[in-house]
């Protein structure tokens, strides 16, 4: 049987009564009102379920990753810390992918180390100015060869040797002032001292928020400008 | 009776008044669909269960698609329909539970045939009206009673109705013919006849 068949059957049973005869009494099934509070009681609801649900913070899937491999490294979580926190990397003795993984940690952790910026900023300007200092000063002076022994490295800056690198700065800054930038001691000729090479690594990438600086110094260097290697 | 798109919009972005508009908008016929389907027997609970559904709503928020033509309202009602369906899920089960631990071999089936909760003499005592439609609107099945709540009582066009209750018009007409039949019959004493 099809609906309008149903229908005609159903009609005939209750022939008697019509739909509005039916919407006519059943106005007399009210409901009882909302209480006073209902709406400001649910709007409650809702806001205490939304902040029950904090939602997790943008670089959460990149800490989670960066955590997971370093256990998988097998390093302690807190040498983890250091090395991320810490922007300096060996880059003259560092291979291709050890950078490329260097720099991939770095720039995960980008946004919490932005305040470190500023300072590895200026240390770079200072120590970029001081290099130019170097080449104009002794641009006819012959390089030389620099083995891993002689070489001063800040590797562990800012965190750890701010301090140490800034005075190491300021002892071959001092000397630099004094007897390099073409004031030749009297009766000398020639290049007075060693060519001192101060290198700094390639311009810190984007993906890099705080500079590399890494400080090469060679010990004759420094002894000729008054310097023990044991003050560095 | 519908909200605007742009509402449900800032809603989602975290506009509590937005938030507020909607509650305020559809908090009556929610409440009203509640009462009237699940009965006077769930009124202390309604106003608990109508903040369920409006929390699930808001969960969601996000997932309504206008695109598909389905107006925020019709949406709503699919929580509420969803919803009581489940609360009557949970209540049969209790009722059942309840029914097998009995040991003192009263008979409480009475609370599953007319589905108002009240006992016999109860029904006796009623005389008033609205307690006759409701017990009348109780003695359907659960999809007739949603469908004539919600055309008879929130005056939803049989096309939402049919999206509220995930099937076609056709089955929409159906249901809604058969409840009327069944009502009229219920509720004879009290009709005019023609």
């Known amino acids: 049987m099809n609906e309008n068949g149903r229908e005609r059957q159903d009609d005939a049973s209750t022939g008697t009564i019509s739909d509005e ?12 009102e909302p209480s006073q509070d209902f709406v400001a009681d649910t709007l409650l609801r809702i806001q205490m379920d939304q902040h029950s649900i904090p939602r997790p913070s943008e670089d959460f899937v990149d800490r989670v990753v960066c955590a997971w491999a370093d ?8 040498e983890v810390l250091s090395e991320v926190l810490v922007p300096v990397v060996p880059f003259a003795r560092q291979s291709g ?3 490329s993984l260097s720099r991939t940690e770095l720039g995960l952790a980008g946004q919490r180390r932005a305040s470190l910026f500023p300072m590895a900023l200026a240390l770079v300007g200072f120590a970029a100015a001081l290099a130019l200092a170097f080449f104009v000063g002794r641009q006819s002076a012959s390089s030389s060869v620099l083995s891993d022994e002689n070489l001063v490295r800040i590797e562990d800056f800012p965190s750890r040797g701010s301090n140490r690198f800034a005075r190491s700065l300021s002892l071959i800054v001092d000397r630099v002032d004094n ?36 400080l090469h110094v060679d010990r004759a260097t420094l002894e000729s400008l008054g310097i023990a290697w044991e003050q560095l | ?48 269960i109508a903040q369920e559904i409006f929390l699930k709503v808001f969960r969601t928020l996000d997932r309504f698609d206008k695109d598909r033509g389905v107006k925020f309202t019709t949406w709503v009602f699919t929580f509420v329909r969803n919803h009581c369906f489940d609360v009557l899920k949970k209540k049969r089960l209790r009722t059942t539970s309840l029914q097998s631990e009995n040991e003192d071999g009263e008979d409480k089936s009475w609370e599953l045939e007319d589905g108002s909760g009240r006992r016999p003499e109860e029904l006796v005592e009623s005389t008033e ?3 006759q439609i409701e017990l009348a609107l109780a003695s359907l099945g659960e999809e007739q009673r949603m469908v004539f709540v919600l055309r008879e009582y929130e005056q939803l ?37 023609s």
């Open chain 1, 21 to 32: 005869s039916l919407r006519a009494i059943l106005g007399s099934y009210s409901v009882v």
């Open chain 1, 71 to 78: 256990e998988q490294a097998g390093r302690p979580q807190t």
């Open chain 1, 97 to 99: 992918q050890e950078l």
């Open chain 1, 179 to 214: 007897d390099l930038l073409g004031n030749q001691r009297p009766g000398q000729t020639g290049p007075a001292y060693p060519r001192p090479v101060l290198s700094l690594p390639a311009p810190p990438s984007s993906l890099i928020p705080s500079a590399a600086v890494e």
């Open chain 2, 1 to 48: 009776m519908d909200i605007p798109y742009e509402t449900v919009e800032r809603a989602v972005a975290g506009d509590q008044g937005a938030c507020r508009e909607i509650v305020e908008k559809l908090h009556r016929p929610v409440l009203a669909t509640i009462h009237r389907f699940l009965g006077r027997r769930f009124s202390e609970d309604s106003e608990d």
């Open chain 2, 129 to 131: 009206l609205g307690q």
């Open chain 2, 157 to 193: 066009d049989l096309r939402s109705i049919a999206e509220v209750m995930d099937c076609s018009e056709g089955t929409v007409k159906s249901r809604l013919h058969r409840a009327k039949e069944a009502l009229k019959q219920k509720l004879q004493p009290y009709l005019r006849t």
